[in-house]
């Protein structure tokens, strides 16, 4: 049987497997989405507009006017209210990630970038790929879509857009969200499919950041490059994990619902607890050791299956 992994089930079993279960087992998440990951989803088709127009040379109001429509139609389709439907107090709770301050973003990024993409030739927006994790294995693959492919001067990058509210007092992004890409999986990995797409061509990766400040606007291209070895370090460790994923997997055929508790993808405790958060299963870890005797999803869950190839578009790769 042929598996397909990406970033985010991989992300999930190392953050938790207890996590991993809930998520990409049962298939449970919540009802309500939360608003960075739908801020975020509308800024990613924002620049999916924009990048467009910005390598074709079109005038500035006309990129804006593009950038904030994709922004809003991604906006209301994630069930958010249009800004004209909201009042003060909505503003208030959902600041700094409201529309309004997604429109001086994009206004800023515009002006910011209008100068230097000039000399980049877009050759995808959000590119979906499938590569093998082991050329002796064709069980295996890994799957991702890249936000952007460019070339540059004979060479290709990725460009992977990133919001954050991670602003320091003096100015600009914080340390630790700078540094925060390198090492990263997700990077790592579009590396390694990079490599494998355009060979000898690879220049390395560029993290497009925007901050999300209700007073602030900046933004960054950050390069991360690795070399060979530490790609074939993070193939291992791929690897590895998914070795893992698929043992646990196997494990749990022998669990049931009558067991005292579930004998297969523990819980990590020390990721209870994220930004100051609970974790969406927290409550549910906390009162069953076994959760196989849940047949249901909790109240506020519902069954939304995870499929790599559909979630990136990697699906109609398969279909040529």
């Known amino acids: ?11 999930a079993f190392k953050k938790c497997p207890r996590y991993y279960y809930f998520r990409h087992i049962r298939h449970w998440t919540v009802d309500k989405p939360a608003i960075p990951l739908i801020f975020g989803g509308a800024w990613h088709m924002a620049m999916e507009a924009i990048w467009p127009m910005l390598c074709d040379g079109a005038k500035q109001p006309d990129i804006i006017k593009a950038g904030f429509a994709a922004f809003i139609a991604e906006w209301t389709k994630r069930g958010m209210p249009h800004p004209d439907n909201m009042d003060y107090e909505m503003e208030k709770e959902l600041a700094p990630r409201t529309p309004g301050t997604a429109f001086e973003m994009i ?14 030739e877009l050759i995808s927006v959000e590119r979906p ?22 070339k540059q001067r004979g060479k290709v990058r990725a460009i992977e857009h990133k919001t954050t509210t991670a602003y320091k007092k003096d100015g600009g992004f914080r340390g630790t969200f700078v540094d925060g890409f390198s090492p990263n999986s997700q990077v790592d990995g579009y590396l390694y499919a990079l490599h494998m797409l355009w060979p ?42 998914i070795s893992q994923i698929q043992a646990h997997t196997e494990a749990l055929a022998a669990c049931s619902a009558d067991d005292q508790f579930l004998a297969s993808f523990p819980k990590q405790t020390g990721s209870c607890q994220d930004f100051n958060k609970n974790c969406e299963y927290h409550d549910i870890c906390r009162f069953k050791p076994n959760p196989a005797t849940i047949a249901a999803p ?13 979630e990136t578009g990697a699906e109609k790769l398969l279909a040529k």
């Open 200 to 241: 000898n061509q690879v220049q390395g990766v560029w993290i497009d950041a925007a901050l999300v400040h209700r007073t602030e606007t900046g933004f960054l291209f950050i390069p991360i490059e690795k070399q060979q070895n530490q790609l074939n370090s993070w193939l291992w460790e791929t690897n590895y994990w």
């Open 129 to 150: 790929f499938i590569v093998p994790l082991d050329p002796t294995d064709d069980s295996v693959f890994y799957v991702g879509k890249i936000d952007k492919v460019i």
């Open 298 to 310: 909790p109240a506020g869950f519902h069954e939304e299956p995870w499929n790599p190839l559909h």
């Open 107 to 120: 206004m800023d990024y515009v002006a910011n970038r209008i100068g230097k993409t000039r000399d980049l």
């Open 1 to 11: 049987m042929t598996e397909y992994y990406d970033n985010t089930r991989i992300s």
